[in-house]
């Protein structure tokens, strides 16, 4: 237990790197009831840890002015004050709501806990305030200093300052009763503890507050309030530093060492991998080396205040000063034309420039860097490959002969023909395959888009039939051992089953009218739709439709070929339209609607307003009409003006405006 203390940093030596005072609530507020648990400050989140399971009321820690923090030597405070100045939050434990001897039914009045003494197992507690992460980084001799104030009971009721070092917590100090000031209060008291050397550029700190109490009901208020929480930094006297006289040398070289210190009076050191291993005194000498490898180095410095501690990670490299040995590997030595492959330098004895030499290598025939990859050999043959090394201490070379052999895997030549290229539909087409570097490993496989059986895996695919006239593609893909080949030809094969079959050309009449359509080329002929035509087995038949139509006309030759040709004959109507002048909407189904009526309607937009000029229907629709009624109303008899734009077939367009008058 270490005694309370006043600390200041009027000394150099002491630098304050962390506090944490817990904020302050707003004026006339207190936060009564904030747990510890989950608390964020400035530093973090605080947390709070049961080292040994609780009793079902055990008491607790809160952050909040219920205990305000007051100056070292002023008397607590017990309680939410009235003063709007007393806002100064604290860590302290405090009584939970439903405690057996209602000490604060509301929970947390201050640093007011319940002893316990009436029941068994109620407010037994072992609980721990634990601060966030303290980044101790370059941080030495670390202080801990805090205000607090404590009463309990003395071996039962107490508190006391744990440790975390990153992996376990430990208990560095057990708390003093503070004086006391009058019944139920204590006094604010400074107090300073050292934490362990582990703390010591440590980046994973915490500290924490750690109250126990047994439940033999005879503690006596306050229990503990803890607040200016600080770390310092205590650095030792003076700064030190040291150098050797080489940190590069060859194994079994001596060197020696000199410190640089303006107040140490003595030193201790450490040269991990050296000969002598330990020394003292400012500057000592011959310490040698024997092996190579990386080696570091430790200084201490000591003076009637403290020591100084320096550290040198892998300071002294010791090499092997001999010559290098070239060698390599490959990641494959035998393989195909136009394979590429990685070069692995296992060269020793410290390299450090490397010359690489590809002979029948492309487009890469040379390299400089340790492990050259996607080196290319595009020939067949047998390679020589060379590496060059170098390092302070020498050259080498390794020349492998006929290292590499590269084989011959000649890919496949894509080729074919057809039987015929040019054909009536449905006649039967055989392919030829005419590639060329095939073997009994071979595949092929046939596209022919547009056929019947448009794809085959076969090297002669036979009786290939297309339906329709037309141009159409054939592609082969063909592929061995050592990769593959497309051939696509465009176009490829003709269907024209009969090549002189005519029809005439389109038309347009009026309605009504009859046209004598056209046909040739071929022996029979046969039309389709019959509807409109004087006969559908002759080459001329008289067309008369009632509608726009077109018609086909399949062509044979006698031979088995049979084509197919189209004429399309328009109907052509006048343009016009009619908008009735009066309608009955009155539900005996006579003129009930007011429909747009007309011939060669593409489009149309029909508006209807009101004698103010309000739009009461409108419609882009032939098949609906107005009925009379206006957002679900019949409107009255009247005269109702409409505008009518029309876009007609042959994309001529009008706007016209009329009245039609509504009757009821």
């Known amino acids: 237990m270490t005694a309370a203390l006043c600390l200041t940093l009027s000394s150099a030596n002491a630098q304050l790197f962390w506090t944490e005072d817990f904020g302050q609530t707003t004026a006339g507020t207190c936060d009564q009831g904030n747990p510890a648990n989950g608390f964020v400050s400035s530093n973090g989140t605080w947390q709070m840890t049961d080292v040994t399971p609780p009793d079902p009321f055990a008491n607790t820690w809160y952050i909040s002015a219920a205990e305000a923090g007051l100056t070292n030597g002023s008397c607590n405070i ?60 370059n941080k030495t001799n670390v202080q801990l200093a805090f205000d607090y104030l404590m009463n309990g009971e003395s071996g039962a009721d107490f508190g006391s300052v744990d440790y975390f070092d990153g992996s376990s917590w430990n208990q560095i100090d057990i708390l003093s009763t503070t004086p006391s000031c009058g019944t139920g209060n204590s006094t604010w008291t400074t107090h300073l503890v050292s934490l362990p050397l582990s703390a010591n550029n440590n980046p994973s700190v915490r500290i924490g507050f750690h109250w126990k109490n047994d439940n033999g009901g005879t503690g006596v208020n306050p229990s503990i309030a803890v607040d200016n929480i600080q770390l310092i930094n205590v650095a030792p006297p003076s700064s030190s530093n040291f150098f050797a006289s080489d940190s590069v040398i060859c194994a079994g070289s001596c060197i020696s060492y000199a410190a640089q210190t303006s107040s140490a009076t003595a030193w201790s050191w450490i040269f991990v991998g050296g000969n002598p291993g330990t020394a003292t005194g400012q500057n000592p000498a011959n310490i040698c080396y024997a092996s190579p490898g990386s080696y570091s180095t430790i200084m201490i410095a000591y003076n009637s205040s403290g020591n100084d501690t320096v550290v040198r990670t892998d300071y002294i490299t010791s090499i092997a000063c ?109 392919f030829t ?221 009008i706007t016209e405006t009329g009245s039609t008058t509504l009757l009821r």
């Open 78 to 137: 017990g309680g939410c004050g009235t003063d709007p100045n007393q806002v100064n939050r604290t860590l302290h434990i405090g009584a939970v709501v439903g405690a057996p001897t209602v000490i604060c039914p509301t929970g947390d009045c201050g640093a007011s806990y319940d002893p316990g003494g009436f029941q068994p197992n109620v407010v037994a507690t072992d609980r721990r305030a634990e601060s966030p992460i303290i980044d101790c980084t």
């Open 433 to 653: 395959d005419e590639s060329l570097d095939t073997d009994t490993t071979t595949t092929w496989n046939w596209y022919f888009p547009g056929a019947v059986v448009d794809t085959s895996t076969r090297k002669n695919p036979t009786c290939i039939r297309y339906d329709h006239d037309g141009y159409y593609d054939v592609q082969l893909l063909v592929t061995n051992l050592y990769g593959s080949d497309t051939l696509t030809l465009y176009s490829y094969i003709r269907i024209e089953s009969v090549p002189t079959a005519f029809t005439g050309p389109d038309t347009a009449m009026f309605f009504g009218s009859s046209y004598q359509l056209h046909a040739g080329g071929g022996l029979t002929y046969q039309w389709s739709p019959a509807a409109g035509l004087s006969a559908t087995d002759i080459a001329d038949p008289i067309a008369s439709p009632n509608e726009t139509t077109t018609y086909t006309c399949s062509i044979s030759d006698g031979s088995g070929c049979t084509t197919t040709r189209q004429v399309t004959v328009t109907i052509l109507h006048n343009n016009d339209f009619f908008i009735p002048t009066t309608f009955s909407p009155n539900g005996d189904y006579k003129n009930d609607y007011l429909f747009v009526r007309g011939n060669n309607l593409r489009k149309f937009r029909f508006s209807v307003f009101d004698r103010w000029g309000e739009k009461v229907f409108e419609t882009q629709d032939e098949l609906n009409g107005w009925d009379g009624t206006y957002k679900g109303k019949d409107l009255n008899t009247g005269v109702y003006t409409w505008v009518l734009t029309i876009v007609y077939d042959d994309s001529n367009s």
């Open 322 to 430: 001999v010559a290098p040995i070239a060698d390599f590997t490959a990641s494959d030595t035998s393989f195909c034309e136009r394979s590429c492959i990685d070069f692995y330098d296992q060269s020793i004895n410290g390299v450090t420039r490397w010359t690489w030499q590809f002979p029948g290598a492309f487009p890469v025939v040379a390299s400089n860097l340790q492990n050259p990859t996607g080196i290319c050999y595009p020939t067949p043959g047998a390679y020589d490959v060379l590496l060059i090394v170098e390092s302070p201490f020498g050259i080498d070379s390794l020349l492998k002969s006929v290292y590499i052999n590269v084989e011959s895997c000649p890919l496949p030549t894509a080729g074919f023909s057809a039987s015929s290229v040019i054909a009536c539909n449905n006649t039967c087409i055989n």
